[in-house]
């Protein structure tokens, strides 16, 4: 029995949602529109100003997308409602980075400058040259595009150079020691 499947998920002011023939969901707010294709096992209702997931007992595979898809849902309607954001910080000496349109370029330590696309659902601001602001209103391409930046140049663990969570605590490690002499 899932205990995420079972809540249900409360509709904010301003969010509506449309179930088409139970087989897709489209949630409009505030920010934007996204929409979902529900598993055929999976249904949705709406009671009073709440979504309720309930799931097919003929099916097996019922009890692995029962949570799943509301999780989905609840991130779909918290993102139309209020939206992600994710902050990533560049630490290290000549390491910066810029906004030329819809392109982020930096300069991570190598012979050329990084050049990398953010995508349309995506908006990317960067602050005092070395935190870089990505935010929109689904959380998996949020999430994907701040992950992506990250892995063109993980924070390591002796200097801390490279990219980080704001939040993030990085564990740093001694380097080497000049042994001493006997």
Known sequence: MSKIGKKSIAIPEGVEVKIDDKRN???????????????????????DKKILVKKSEKFKEANAFWGLTRALVNNMVTGVSAGYEKKLELK??????????????????????VEIEVPENIIAKVEDNNILSISGIDKQAVGQFAANVRALKKVEPYKGKGFRYTDEQVRRKVGKKAGTAK
Not at 25 to 43: D, F, H, R, S, W
Not at 92 to 113: C, D, E, I
């Open 25 to 47: 969901v489209e949630i409009k707010g505030p920010k934007g529109t996204l929409g979902l294709k529900l598993y055929k096992e999976i249904e949705l209702e709406i009671e």
């Open 92 to 113: 290290g000496v000549g390491f910066r980075m810029s906004l030329q349109g819809k392109k982020l370029v930096m300069a991570l330590g190598f012979s050329h400058p």
